[in-house]
């Protein structure tokens, strides 16, 4: 069975200034040189990679236009990119799902993170510039929030890029998720700067609609991939597969558009920085659009939970998480929170299903069987909602049924999460 992932904080990753590009005029005709001006006009201005012109250079002011969904209060993005000016240290971060983490980029110093960290060396060349990539595939912002302390955070980072309207529904629960998470961003002493990005998937779909309430509630910058690309694609002066590698994931093509997208909206607030001594203010933290509860959280992944009564269950310290394959088996642990959340491992193996019951809650079903071939996925799931402060038994029994398919009964628990989590 397919090993699972483990979930520590991500490494920065320490790329090479990206090599740029040089043409001679004496070495080419006059031809030559105007097809070296056309083609330059396409380039990104910060790699080597090469943004495809989509209908022409006439085409591309209006490509990237559509990209902005709003500029936003740019008060936190000045003072990073004062800082940078100055030439301090700067935490860029990304976090998201697997399209954040590169999944399908050739090499990861073409998924769009590390591109857009080369943007920053380059225009900052005395600064010194650190990335953290801290996506993680097949998650979404509930995830994201439960573990931003950890991946984030403390990685005190001064420009985030948030990127989960793929991985998210487009739905009021994604948002208050989604929101949790900016909340705690924007509120560290630290003052990140915060965009949201918003990909697609092979259908133009993506979570823009409610992501985009959050972002304007807090007047943050926002660039859509979706908006800007997908009529190119419509109109069929683009292909699906000059951008995307599958239903969903970039190619490099497609990862040098999305860092461009938000490289533009920085080189706009930085061709009009002024003064260190005339920066914007950064406005106090406004009250929730939607709730608070996902600002105020924990995470118990498996190796710091344990268990109150356990029998037929073993913990895996190398696939980190609690696992059987026995019917009948059944543990329990307690959380503190008013939503209590699930993480469990989904793949198309010997899985079966158990049930989860907080308190004295109906029980839940959760079949880990997975039908797809592709490989092996944290699920996290909220149990329950409205509990009452304080704390909450959460049990798990392993059921005789199991899929048709599926040749076995196991069953991998790889943490829990509380939000609404009292203040200590």
């Not at 980029?105 to 510039?129: C, D, H, M």
């Not at 779909?205 to 992501?211: D, M, P």
Request: charged content about 20%.
């Amino acid at each position: 069975m397919e090993s699972i992932p483990k979930t520590t904080a991500a490494k920065p990753l320490t790329d090479q200034h990206p090599m740029s590009l040089v043409s001679s005029a004496q070495r080419y005709s006059r031809l030559a040189r105007r097809s070296a001006v056309k083609l330059a006009s396409a380039l990104l201005v910060f790699s080597v990679w090469v943004v495809p012109c989509v209908a022409g250079n006439a085409a591309l002011n209006p490509v990237f236009a559509r990209s902005v969904v709003n500029v936003g209060d740019t008060a936190r993005l000045q003072h990073v990119l004062a800082k940078a000016r100055r030439g301090d240290h700067v935490t860029v971060a990304v976090i998201g799902g697997s399209i954040t983490q590169g999944a399908r980029a050739s090499t990861s110093e073409k998924n769009y993170g590390s591109v857009l960290a080369g943007w920053w060396r380059q225009t900052f060349p005395k600064a010194t510039i650190e990335l953290v990539n801290a996506g993680i595939g097949a998650t979404g912002s509930n995830y994201g929030a439960l573990r931003a302390q950890r991946d984030l955070l403390a990685r005190r980072p001064d420009f985030v890029v948030v990127e989960y309207s793929v991985n998210d529904g487009n739905s009021q629960e994604s948002a208050e998720t989604l929101e949790g998470l900016v909340r705690q961003l924007l509120k560290h002493p630290n003052q990140p700067a915060i965009a949201l990005l918003f990909m697609m998937d092979c259908h133009g779909g993506n979570a823009q609609q409610w992501h985009s309430k959050v972002g304007l509630h807090y007047n943050l910058p926002m660039l859509s991939f979706r908006d800007a690309l997908w009529p190119e694609i419509q109109a069929g002066r683009m292909k699906w597969e000059d951008v995307e590698a599958d239903e969903v994931h970039p190619n490099d093509r497609g990862h040098a558009y999305a860092a461009r997208f938000v490289s533009e909206l920085l080189t706009k607030v930085l061709k009009e920085l002024p003064s260190d001594e005339r920066l914007s203010p950064i406005k106090p933290l406004p009250k929730p659009l939607l709730g608070d509860l996902f600002e105020h959280v924990a995470l118990f992944e498996a190796d710091s939970l344990h268990p109150l009564k356990s029998g037929g269950w073993t913990f895996d310290a190398k696939g980190g998480c609690w696992k059987s394959d026995r019917p009948g088996s059944r543990i329990e642990f307690e959380v503190e929170g008013q939503v209590i959340l699930l993480m469990d491992w989904h793949i198309r193996g010997p899985m079966g299903k158990a049930t989860v019951r907080v308190d004295d809650r109906p029980a839940m079903v959760r079949d880990a069987w997975f039908d797809q071939t592709w490989g092996g996925y944290r699920q996290t799931t909220e149990l329950a909602r409205g509990l009452v402060p304080g704390k909450h038994r959460v049990s798990f029994e392993i059921l005789p049924e199991k899929n048709p398919q599926s040749s076995g009964h196991e069953y991998l628990i790889l943490g829990l999460g509380a939000a609404g989590v009292a203040a200590r």
